[in-house]
Every structure is written in C-alpha cells, then in structure tokens.
C-alpha cells in the first residue's frame, strides 16, 4: 500500500488493480474480527504493522472504489465494485464508532492506537476520521464528563479512563485536518464541541490536543492545571489564540461555566 499516490486518495486516479485487490482482500479477512483481535493481530505485524490502519483509511475514503468479496475469509473478489465508506470497515470499528454515550471506550483506545501507526498522509478527509471525531464528541458530550470534579475545581486525582481516551481518539484523527475544521465549524454542534474540549481539566495538560488545533495554525494551549498547583474553577473564558489564515476559522470566544 506505499505506492498509493496522493491523485489516487484524492480520487482522481484510481488504484491500480493490484492495490485494489489487495485492499479487498484485507476488508473480507478484518470484517469479522474484534478490536480485540484486530490490535493482536497489528502488533503481530511488526513494522508492517501499519497496515492494518491504511486499510481502514482507504476502506472508509469516499474517492476510492475497490472490488467487492464476499466478507468472510478465503472469499475470492467479485467483479463488482463498492465505494469507500464507513459500512466497508470491519463491523466491531463500526460498532463501536456508533455506539452511544461513552461505551465501547476501551475499544476506542485500541482504534485510536491503531490509526496512529498509520500512514498520516492516507488521512485525508475519510470517513473513518469523522466517525472517531463524532465520537470523541459524544464520549465529551455525557454527564460524567460535565460533572468531572477536576474540572470542577476539586482537587481530586484524574479521570484515568475516559479523558485518556478521549485525548487519543483527537490525537488520533489530528492529521486529517479538513475533518477537524469541519468539525469545529459546524455551528452549534462546533460551539458544542470547543466547550466540550475548553472546559475541561485534561489530565495531560492538553498536550493530546496540541497537534488537532496546531494543524489549524492555532499555536499551543494548556487547559490543564500544573502538577502540585491548587485547582481553580472554570469560571472565566477561554481564550485561544488563532494565526491568522484562509485554512483557519477564527473561534468566537467560549462562554465562562456557570458557577
């Protein structure tokens, strides 16, 4: 997969009928797999083991058309032809990027690991990378989230399951960045979304989250508190500094959390 081209992601050339088979191949052999197996079976591949994640990307690209097999193992290829999308990733990455609230989060993570060892320039506005920001979203978007004593100005010890998932999910789907300003400037949902992230004490300090903005041209933010220093309740707003550029939106200010 190392000789797809950029004209053939953007979906002005398309792959040639090695590339295709190959991908075929590996969509019936993961289709059934769990996210469990599917992280064993990555990390049995080595330095290949990227591999795993640049199919999802390609599965999941609208501009790509590949033949259909049968989605079992040891199926041979069809003649027809399907297009890129989330319904051609393997069901259990399905499930668990439309699932609700915040379950299926363990699975997450492991998704979110295993898009990271991919190819970064084969994320290029997928579907793949919209599911997993969308969950990230919904993941945020739950009372556990809202009600997190840290952020709340408690000095308690940190969420140690869902703010590290929710971090890796965003640092994951960071290089594709036209799925991360789409996400931002999708009005109420954006607005949602940025207050979701802003008020938040993040275990990491936010450094999870540098490379999403930084993509943007938004130099670095913290919205963490120092290690040892005292906790301080969100109540004032968030500001985040914006470089200037056609490719950026500015961010309207976040309003302050009620007392």
Known sequence: ?????????????????????????????????????????????????????????????????FPKTQLTVGAKQGSDTVKGGISQLPASVQQALNSPNAI?????????????????????????????????????????????PASRGQNVERDPALDPTVSNVLSAVSPDHQVVHDTIKSGADGDKFLRNITHHYWKDNGQGLDPCFRGLGIRRWSRGRRKGSPPKPPTSTVHISVVTSRSCCIFRETTPLAR
């Open 1 to 65: 997969m190392g000789s797809i081209t950029p004209d053939q992601l953007a979906g002005k050339v398309p792959l040639t009928a090695e590339q295709a088979s190959v991908l075929s191949q590996l969509q019936a052999q993961e289709h059934g797999m769990s996210v469990d197996a599917l992280t064993t079976a990555e990390q049995r591949l080595g330095a290949q083991r990227g591999m795993i994640a640049n199919s999802w990307q390609l599965m999941s690209n609208p501009n790509i058309s």
């Open 104 to 148: 299926f989060m363990h699975q997450m993570n492991d998704i979110a690991g295993i898009v990271k060892d991919g190819d970064r320039g084969f994320q290029t506005n997928t579907e793949l990378d919209r599911a997993m920001i969308h969950k990230a979203s919904v993941m945020m978007d739950t009372p556990i989230w809202h009600i997190d």
